[in-house]
């Protein structure tokens, strides 16, 4: 049986238009390109380079994990497809502390309703999305899928929310922003209640949800976000990655995280070295 210590779970989103089906996938050096968001120059991403945008399952290039001799801090020695977890200057997650409050753009939130088929597959829960997106001035992101880590992942002057959310989004030239939500101990959520009802396990993978989700109900009522440049938290640790972490934390109760945590827990990369990047506050 699988150490559940090591691994997230993968969730996948069926909407009307059909079921999208998600996996891990083998990194690739395909090139990428150039691109900006609010005057911030960054690296495309592309479907070959990061399981979450794969639809079927493939090999990673390498075993990785949370602890032990294949975990984060050895990550970038375990592939040169991971050398960015060694020798990248931009990677994810930071700690967050004297943010620059600046204008920045707003962030437009258009999410639809979707029915989701949850799925456990040994090494993430991921849960893909069609037909959302969000809108950053003049650029649409289309939302792939959303996942939690517990604890956080993102630190605030150097603190630990209980879980985090990472909605991740791509642009059709590539480009990716991830929004990340802290989530911490409070009240019962009940947006919730249809995914942690049917969390899969190892001896039940597959779970179909008859309820739909809308994810714009698991996102806080304040959109106020913190900015900055990075990477994905996840081997290849693929940077040029848009950053908006959302100032504002959500609840869920001791029993809602528990249960999380239950199946999964530890799944946080450690938080990395800013080399110089700047964290901006939207005013």
Request: charged share 20%; hydrophobic share 35%.
């Amino acid at each position: 049986m699988h150490n559940f210590s090591k691994y997230f779970l993968m969730v996948v989103v069926s909407i009307v238009t059909g079921t999208l089906q998600l996996a891990c996938v083998q990194h690739s050096s395909i090139p990428v390109q150039r691109h900006s968001v609010n005057d911030h120059t960054s690296q495309n991403t592309t479907d070959a380079e990061h399981h979450y945008f794969h639809k079927t399952e493939q090999p990673h290039a390498a075993e990785w994990s949370y602890e032990g001799d294949i975990g984060p801090k050895h990550w970038g020695s375990l592939s040169s497809a991971y050398i960015l977890a060694k020798q990248g200057k931009q990677q994810s997650p930071v700690d967050i502390s004297k943010p620059i409050e600046k204008d920045l753009p707003r962030v437009v939130f258009n999410y639809r309703p979707a029915k989701i088929n949850l799925v456990y597959n040994g090494h993430t829960i991921e849960e893909e999305e069609g037909g959302s997106h969000i809108r950053i001035e003049d650029k649409l992101f289309e939302l792939k899928q959303f996942h939690f880590h517990a604890p956080s992942e993102h630190t605030i002057n150097g603190s630990h929310a209980d879980m985090e959310m990472h909605l991740v989004h791509k642009a059709n030239d590539g480009a990716v922003t991830v929004i990340a939500v802290m989530i911490k101990q409070g009240a019962e959520n009940m947006s919730f209640t249809s995914i942690w009802e049917n969390l899969p396990t190892p001896e039940k993978s597959e779970v179909q949800v008859a309820r739909t989700v809308d994810a714009t109900d698991l996102l806080p009522g304040n959109h106020a976000y913190y900015q900055y440049r990075g990477s994905f938290t996840t081997p290849p640790c693929t940077e040029g990655i848009l950053w908006l972490v959302l100032e504002v934390p959500i609840e869920l109760s001791r029993r809602q995280i528990d249960k999380f945590k239950s199946i999964i827990n530890g799944n946080n990369r450690p938080v990395q070295h800013l080399n110089g990047r700047k964290i901006y506050l939207s005013k």
